[in-house]
T-cell receptor, first 113, second 115 residues
């Protein structure tokens, strides 16, 4: 068990669907992240939440909408996605003033048809 | 513009030999460097790190070397084992303790260790 749990592990959706990815961490961290991993690209930071407040939005299109209701949960709401949004979406957490070591979940593999 | 580069997408090494994975960076403000390991269908897991005040950090079979003047770091695995076969990501951050874990990642290197 990694301490960071993501659901669903796999998701297939059409371009007109609305779906959500969920992340839960049991490590007592106060900062949570969404990363995107596309084929043959580096991990791309999407959003950073610290103490439930969004502190960074890395130029992500508005069709991705994050939500952090508390320090243990993070959601990524998806709507009207494009096929190029198909990727592995990784959630991570850490202590906000820590060393930068992130603890990752196993990822949600998203396919947009 | 990619600030952390792993120019070798793959590396194949025989079991028992040394694996050397390389990473270059461009941002001179980076002062903390990490290596992550990723198996298929799993998230990346932290492996080893090094601060810019050091030039070497060792943890068991894994050693990371940092050459600040060359903006280069490397991960040595010795002896390599088949279970080390995975994708290895290099990552860097600036301003340790103040960046909320803001890491810049390389594209990764697929290491294959064969018997």
């Amino acid at each position: 068990e990694t301490g960071v749990t993501q659901t669903p592990r796999h998701l297939v959706m059409g371009m007109t669907n609305k779906k959500s990815l969920k992340c839960e961490q049991h490590l007592g961290h106060n900062a949570m992240y969404w990363y995107k991993q596309s084929a043959k690209k580096p991990l791309e930071l999407m959003f950073v939440y610290s103490l439930e407040e969004r502190v960074e939005n890395n130029s992500v299109p508005s069709r991705f909408s994050p939500e952090c209701p508390n320090s243990s949960h993070l959601f990524l709401h998806l709507h009207t996605l494009q096929p190029e949004d198909s990727a592995l979406y990784l959630c991570a957490s850490t202590w906000g003033a820590g060393t930068g070591e992130l603890f990752f979940g196993e990822g949600s593999r998203l396919t947009v048809l | 513009d990619q600030q952390v580069k792993q120019n070798s997408p793959s590396l194949s090494v025989q079991e028992g030999r040394i694996s050397i994975l390389n990473c270059d960076y461009t941002n001179s403000m980076f002062d903390y460097f990490l290596w992550y390991k990723k198996y298929p269908a799993e998230g990346p897991t932290f492996l080893i790190s090094i601060s810019s005040i050091k030039d070497k950090n060792e943890d068991g079979r894994f050693t990371v070397f940092l050459n600040k003047s060359a903006k280069h770091l490397s991960l040595h695995i010795v002896p390599s084992q088949p279970g080390d076969s995975a994708v290895y990501f290099c990552a860097a951050s600036a301003g340790r303790g103040s960046t909320l874990g803001r890491l810049y990642f390389g594209r990764g290197t697929q290491l294959t260790v064969w018997p």
